[in-house]
């Protein structure tokens, strides 16, 4: 069966910080790739997206950028992180057929002090 | 584009209620549809989806029929318990995008 992982769980950060969020998808293979931020008390916001390794489509100019070394390794990173930048990251998984539905991670919680 | 529009929130209902958190959609070509549920601090779990006219998704007590004469697809159950606490979310993904377009979710809660 298919897993997917997210670390750390929770981090808070100064600002000014650098940031890495990795999520990595166990039992399957070419997937899509997903991330997402949900403000609190908020919808959710697609980040940036992934049909491929190196592939990564920017949904939103900001000052975050997502990389995919390997197939089911996605990185979410930014240089230096501002407080607009805190809540909750979910990472998501999809078969690459492109079926609809996506599977997601437990998410990170991101506090920017 | 495509968008999803779901009844506002917060939903409060005693324990064996009914429920009913309505979902609508603006969306070209034949959209799949689907509702997910977030329990507090987690991420979200797919609940159920349709992806095909008339089509009911069913999972956990839950319902939700695919009604393209009226774009919707709302979520029912016929008696919800305290675990059900959690927030929803409608969901399309239609056409080559290969992104969801979420609704705003809809928060509910089980009083016992």
């Known amino acids: 069966s298919q897993t997917i992982h997210q670390w750390p769980a929770t981090l808070v950060q100064p600002v000014g910080s650098p940031l890495s969020l990795e999520c990595t998808v166990e039992?399957?293979?070419?997937?899509?790739l997903y991330w997402y931020r949900q403000a609190a008390g908020r919808g959710l916001q697609l980040l940036f997206y992934s049909v491929g390794i190196g592939q990564i489509s920017s949904e939103v100019p900001q000052n975050l950028s997502a990389s995919r070394p390997q197939d089911r390794q996605f990185i979410l990173s930014s240089k230096k992180l501002l407080l607009s930048d805190s809540g909750f990251y979910l990472c998501?998984?999809?078969?690459?057929?492109?079926?609809?539905?996506?599977?997601f991670g437990p998410g990170t919680r991101l506090t920017v002090t | 584009g495509n968008s999803v529009t779901q009844m506002e929130g917060p939903v409060t209902l005693s324990e064996e209620a009914f429920l009913t958190i309505n979902c609508t959609y603006t969306a070209t070509g034949y959209p799949s549809l689907f509702w997910y549920v977030q329990y507090p601090g987690e991420g979200l779990q797919l609940l159920l989806k349709?992806?095909?006219?008339?089509d009911k998704g069913s999972n956990k007590g839950f319902e939700a029929t695919y009604r393209k004469e009226t774009t919707s697809f709302h979520l029912e159950k016929g008696s919800v318990q305290v675990s059900d606490s959690a927030v929803y979310f409608c969901?399309?993904?239609?056409?080559?995008?290969?992104?969801?377009?979420f609704g705003s979710g809809t928060q509910l809660t089980v009083l016992p």
């Open positions: 349709a992806t095909k006219a008339d």
């Open positions: 998501a998984w999809e078969y690459g057929t492109g079926a609809g539905e996506q599977y």
């Open positions: 039992g399957t293979s070419n997937p899509n």
């Open positions: 969901a399309l993904s239609s056409g080559s995008a290969r992104q969801l377009t």
